[in-house]
């Protein structure tokens, strides 16, 4: 029963931004970290950005990640947010969410393409 839901991708110009929106639900949304990860053709999927949950603010995954990531608790919903893309941004981005001691969830992805 829990399922993540990501939405906003697409096809964005060199120098535009993106939103994308990752819908949770099943799980108790704000004891969860909430992360974004990316996977283009060929590469390794990366983490960009993370937000911890509000039991703890301790996840070392946080230090690899880029972009602006933020939460509404009340919502169910996580955002990330990046003006200035580039090509190199094109990839199937994913919204993953955790716990220190729970297990780990992950969404079907969505496509963003960065092109002129």
């Known amino acids: 029963q829990v399922q993540l839901v990501e939405s906003g991708g697409g096809l964005v110009q060199p120098g535009g931004s993106l939103r994308l929106s990752c819908a949770a639900s099943?799980?108790?949304?704000?004891?969860?970290?909430m992360g974004w990860y990316r996977q283009a053709p060929g590469k390794e999927r990366e983490c960009v950005a993370l937000?911890?949950?509000?039991?703890?603010?301790n996840y070392a995954d946080s230090v690899k990640c880029r972009f602006t990531i933020s939460r509404d608790n009340a919502k169910n919903t996580v955002y990330l947010q990046r003006s200035n893309l580039n090509p190199e941004d094109t990839a199937v981005y994913y919204c993953?969410?955790?716990?220190?001691?729970?297990?780990?969830?992950w969404g079907r992805g969505t496509q963003v393409t960065v092109s002129a």
């Open positions: 099943g799980i108790r949304f704000s004891i969860y970290h």
């Open positions: 993953k969410s955790s716990r220190p001691y729970g297990n780990n969830y």
């Open positions: 937000i911890t949950s509000i039991v703890t603010t």
